[in-house]
């Protein structure tokens, strides 16, 4: 793959990772004077790719499970999304990611997904690089430290009925999305460490279920009760399998 990649690129054209990864190295080969320590090998491209494929495939991919699961248990919220999207952004056209601001509820019900079934419930484990503390609590340099997100997302102190699945706690007075109404919402972690793909993700997931809702209603299959909300745990939180029907809405068919 990096061979074929580093044949097609030219230079000029960054189409994608790769390609930027080439680019980079190609201006440290050719920069006067060199610059020691900046060289990418193949290893280097070859792992980058490869952490972005491990972190950022399996998370996204389990999110949009969840959220189609949560859809199947409250229709009323999948109504709800439509019905913004219906006025919002209509049937005429695609949306698009600048459609944000104007649709949050939809924004909203990724954010409660993301909160009450974070992908990882433990973070990944951090080792303290000095003594420090933590509130009480003083943690020594060297000791490893494992964040449960599951208990801070789950936290009756902060989250009013927090077993409850309800978009509506990330809205204010006015309708729009809060991006965080309490700080222990980490579904992406935080500090130096913070999920790297964040940006990305939330793009990813916003325009994958802004097309779906806009052309399809998912519907729990008559013959099939409703899939349990339990997960698996193992390098994300995973859902149990289920089938989901998807049925083409009057209102897409009647427009196109
Ligand atoms: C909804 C999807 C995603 C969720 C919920 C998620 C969540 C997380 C979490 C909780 C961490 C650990 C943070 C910590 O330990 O403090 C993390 C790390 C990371 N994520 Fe994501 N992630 C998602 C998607 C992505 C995507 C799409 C990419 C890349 C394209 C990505 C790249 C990374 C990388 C590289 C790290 C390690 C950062 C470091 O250790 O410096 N993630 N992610």
New binding site residues.
């Given amino acids: 793959m990096l061979w074929s990649c580093g044949e097609a690129f030219c230079g000029d054209t960054v189409r994608d990772l790769m390609d930027a990864l080439l680019k980079v190295r190609l201006s440290a080969e050719n920069s006067s004077p060199p610059a020691p320590g900046l060289e990418l090998t193949d290893d280097h491209l070859l792992m980058t790719v490869g952490?972005?494929f491990g972190?950022?495939v399996e998370?996204?991919t389990t999110?949009l499970k969840w959220t189609v699961l949560y859809l199947l248990h409250y229709p009323e919220v999948q109504r709800k999304i439509q019905e913004e999207m219906d006025q919002k952004i209509g049937l005429a056209r695609h949306p698009h990611l600048s459609d944000r601001p104007l649709l949050p509820y939809l924004e909203a019900t990724i954010s409660e997904v993301?909160r009450i079934r974070p992908?990882?419930p433990l973070?990944?484990p951090?080792v303290s690089l000095a003594d420090t503390s933590i509130g009480e609590y003083s943690i020594p340099k060297g000791a490893r430290v494992v964040i449960n997100l599951w208990s801070v997302h789950h936290d009756e102190k902060e989250w009013d009925r927090p077993e409850e699945f309800n978009p509506g706690r990330f809205l204010d007075e006015r309708g729009q999305h809060i991006h965080s109404p309490s700080p222990s919402y980490l579904?992406?972690?935080?500090?130096i460490?913070?999920?790297?793909?964040e940006v990305?993700?939330k793009m990813e997931?916003f325009l994958f279920l802004a097309w779906v809702l806009q052309r399809f209603t998912l519907e729990c299959p008559q013959d099939q009760p409703l899939p349990s909300l339990e997960g698996k745990f193992g390098v994300v939180l995973q859902v149990q399998k289920f089938k989901v029907k998807a049925r083409l809405r009057d209102a897409w068919r009647a427009a196109s």
């Avoid at 579904?187 to 500090?191: E, H, N, R, S, V």
């Avoid at 460490?193 to 793909?197: A, F, I, T, Y």
């Fill in positions: 952490d972005i972190a950022g998370t996204t999110v993301l992908v990882s973070l990944i951090h579904p992406f972690g935080a500090g460490r913070v999920c790297l793909g990305l993700a997931l």
